[in-house]
Antibody, heavy 121, light 110 residues
C-alpha cells in the first residue's frame, strides 16, 4: 500500500525557516517524481515544487523560487522541502504527492495527509 | 503563471449530469494534453480523478469523464450521487516547466 507521511510543520515567525519531510513507503521511491502542493486556509490548491526521480531535476513556482529548496534522499525514501525567508502568505497545509508516470503530465496519484505551516508573528 | 479559471460553484440533482469547465491559455491547457482533475472532500487530501485530459486512474468510476477543446478542459460527472459533493480542481502543465491549478469549483448535490 502506498503511503506518504508528511512532518515538520508548525508555527514560525516571518523570515524564519522550516524543513518539511515526506516519508514514502509501498512503492519504489526512486522511480517516481515527487511534488509539493499547498493549500492556504479556505483556499484552492497551489503547486509549489517538483523533483524528478533521480533528484537532478527540480522545478519551482515563481512565488517560492529562491526561497524554497526541494530535495530527496532515495536511500531513505524521503522527500524534503526546505523553506527559508518564510512569509505570512506561505501559511498553508503542505501536501506531498507522487507523480503518476510522466513528470510533464503533472498528475498526482497519491497524496499525504498534509502538514500545516503557519507563518505569524 | 496565472491560475486556470473555473466556475466557483455548480449544482445538480441526484442522477443528473454536470460539467465543470477549466479555462486556460494557449500556453497551458491549449498547448498540452496534460490536464488533470482532482476531487477534494472537506478536511481530506485531494484525489486524482482524471489525468492526461481523458484518462481515469484505476478505481475511478466511469461516471467521471474528461475532455478538452482549445483552451478549455471539462470534467463531466454523470449520474450524480450525494457522495460526489466536493470541491473539484483542474490542473495543467504550463510553460517553463511549471504546473498550475484552477481556483476550484464547489459541487453541490441538491
Amino acid at each position: 500500500e502506498v503511503q506518504l507521511l508528511e512532518s515538520g510543520g508548525g508555527l514560525v515567525q516571518p523570515g524564519g525557516s522550516l524543513r518539511l519531510s515526506c516519508a514514502a513507503s509501498g512503492f519504489t521511491f526512486r522511480n517516481f517524481a515527487m511534488t509539493w502542493v499547498r493549500q492556504a486556509p479556505g483556499k484552492g490548491l497551489d503547486w509549489v515544487s517538483t523533483i524528478n526521480g533521480g533528484g537532478g531535476g527540480t522545478y519551482y513556482a515563481d512565488s517560492v523560487k529562491g526561497r524554497f529548496t526541494i530535495s530527496r534522499d532515495n536511500s531513505k525514501n524521503t522527500l524534503y522541502l526546505q523553506m527559508n525567508s518564510l512569509r505570512v502568505e506561505d501559511t498553508a497545509v503542505y501536501y506531498c504527492a507522487r507523480v503518476l508516470a510522466s513528470l510533464s503530465a503533472g498528475a498526482y496519484d497519491y497524496w499525504g495527509q498534509g502538514t500545516l505551516v503557519t507563518v505569524s508573528s | 503563471q496565472s491560475a486556470l479559471t473555473q466556475p466557483a460553484s455548480v449544482s445538480g440533482s441526484p442522477g443528473q449530469s454536470i460539467t465543470i469547465s477549466c479555462t486556460g491559455t494557449s500556453s497551458d491547457v491549449g498547448a498540452y494534453n496534460y490536464v488533470s482533475w482532482y476531487q477534494q472532500h472537506p478536511g481530506k487530501a485531494p484525489k486524482l480523478m482524471i489525468y492526461d485530459v481523458t484518462f481515469r486512474p484505476s478505481g475511478i468510476s466511469d461516471r467521471f469523464s474528461g475532455s478538452k477543446s482549445g483552451n478549455t478542459a471539462s470534467l463531466t460527472i454523470s449520474g450524480l450521487l450525494a457522495e460526489d459533493e466536493a470541491h473539484y480542481y483542474c490542473s495543467s502543465y504550463g510553460s517553463s516547466i511549471t504546473w498550475v491549478f484552477g481556483g476550484g469549483t464547489k459541487l453541490t448535490v441538491l
